[in-house]
């Protein structure tokens, strides 16, 4: 296959309205490709999920760690916020604070959040813990953020919005509803921690003030850029396998993780996206419980743990490892209508000799080409491999696809040609530089 290599703002010229967003279980390196990407655009804004999320950045050789704040922040681009978040004050308060210290400064002018934006609350914090807890063995393994919790609310339609902090009346009426409810429920069924009242209400009122100047209209203010033709990026959190309804239920997060989320989430018409570039790493991994066919507790899981330091960036939780599974890849692919991949962290496999691929699953002796609707069938599933050569050179840092080992560039090949969608980047080491951009072949 022939590839031709172009710089970042050759390919963003045929990019408007972009959804990036992750095609595995989270962790796929997004953050740097969105970091890569925003140069050229002019607004980027999260859609769902909250400080469960861990983007890490490597800047001129500087390493920023971001959990709600999009990546553009370090771009002074317009960030953005929108409802399909679910927001801890204290977590984002926390993060201005670092950015701060960074020299980084968040004004009102670069930075958005929806009011209608729903709020974590300290007992969905205590719920999430003692969920968990409760669960036992069974445990999802979540974050500990509150993130369901917060989600449950906001379905149950007695969420605390960010917009009613500006309410005095209104958000004490709600905070009292909601803490006779949870109260009973950590007290009586959880055997946890209760809430008073006022704490809560005077340290939501105070961060509250320090958060007005960011309040605004999402869907106006991006309908408006999107009509003055400026390109606007969307920052998935987690993955496609940890979406609610799409991923291997019951573990997964909280929130609409795939593309469609991008569109309720901010408040934006699916008309208006252009382009969905699904990142993946060259291999898989995944945090917390819940299946993972191509799961490797060997010596090469060891290799990818290692050399792929593949701690969580939110949580610091040891993530597990496996090969690249083109079936979740399909999944991936079909659901959030990818157009496009980014490739992360092929380094990682350098020095490997022999890679797999999973290419479908065997389930009793019958081939699933596609993720079982039911994810307890991948239980008793067993991943079909087809191995590829693997390459002694470094390919880390490589900028070129002509200049990757032939054996890399057989493997990209192969990986887009199971999973059916064209790569677009590739990243060949953490920093901004270490990357392929490819020649977009809708362009
Ligand atoms: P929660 O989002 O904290 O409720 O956690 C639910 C599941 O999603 C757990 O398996 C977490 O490990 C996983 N998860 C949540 N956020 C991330 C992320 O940013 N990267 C990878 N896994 C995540």
Known sequence: MAYRSISISEFLITMANVIIMGAQWGDEGKGKIVDLLTEQADVVVRFQGGHNAGHTLVVEGKKYVLHLIPSGILHAKLCVIGNGVVLDPSALLQELQELDNHGISITGANFKISPITQLIMPYHRELDVAREKRKGKGKIGTTGRGIGPAYEDKVARRGIRLGDLYNRQIFEAKLQDNLAYHNFMLENFYNAGTFTMETIRDDYLRMADTIAPFVDDVPVILANAMDA??????????????????????????????????????????????????VAKAYTTRVGSGPFPTELTDAVGEHLFKVGQELGASTGR??????????????AARVNGLTGLAITKLDVLDGIPSLKVCVAYNRNGRRLENMPSDPSILDVCEPI???????SEATSGIERMEDLPKNARDYLAFLESVTGVPTRIVSTGPDRKQTIILDNPFG
Not at 318 to 330: I, K, M, S, Y
């Open 229 to 278: 033709g400026q390109a606007v990026l969307f920052e998935g959190a987690q993955g496609t396998m940890l979406d609610v309804d799409h991923g291997t239920y019951p573990f997964v997060t909280s929130s609409s993780v795939i593309a469609g989320g991008a569109c309720s989430g901010a408040g934006v018409g699916p008309t208006r996206i252009h382009q969905v570039l699904g």
């Open 318 to 331: 040891a993530r597990r490892c496996g090969w690249f599974d083109a079936v979740v890849l399909r999944h």
């Open 385 to 391: 491999y087809e191995e590829l050569p693997g390459w």
